[in-house]
């Protein structure tokens, strides 16, 4: 795949982890054994499926080259792959962040 960053969906609580530290990964990463990301075509899909009408999200980008081999591109239940993370997100490996905002046609704006 030829896609250069990947997003993380999280909590204001999850970022302020994040922020502070590491961030392990929300329940569904801790019980699946890796962090879940999405690529920007994914991102809206991601939002509607697993966080619908959940206020106080942030978006943090993340570039997929410093991930090196603990990324993975896995398929899904569906069939489309996505990124996986096998590590621990710290915000060295975050290059950009932004509450969720959407533009005017009530798609995600990514961080830029």
Same mark, same amino acid.
């Given at each position: $795949?030829? =896609?250069? =960053? /990947?997003?993380? &969906? @999280?909590t204001q609580a999850q970022f302020t982890a994040l922020r502070d530290?590491? !961030?392990?990964? /929300? #329940? =569904? +990463? =801790? $019980? +699946?054994?890796? &962090?879940? @990301?999405s690529t920007a075509s994914q991102l809206?899909?991601? %939002?509607?499926k697993h !966080? #619908? /009408?959940?206020?106080? %999200?942030v978006i943090v980008a993340i570039p997929l080259t410093p991930l090196g081999s603990a990324l993975k591109w896995e398929a899904s239940s569906g069939?489309? @792959?996505f990124p996986h993370f096998y590590g621990r997100l710290s915000m060295d490996l975050v290059s950009a962040h932004t509450p969720l %905002?959407?533009?005017v046609d009530g798609r995600a %704006? &990514? #961080?830029a």
């Open positions: $795949m030829n =896609v250069q =960053v /990947a997003y993380k &969906i @999280l530290g590491t !961030f392990e990964g /929300a #329940p =569904v +990463d =801790v $019980m +699946d054994g890796y &962090i879940h @990301l809206d899909e991601t %939002l509607a !966080f #619908p /009408a959940q206020e106080g %999200l069939g489309q @792959l %905002l959407r533009g %704006l &990514i #961080p």
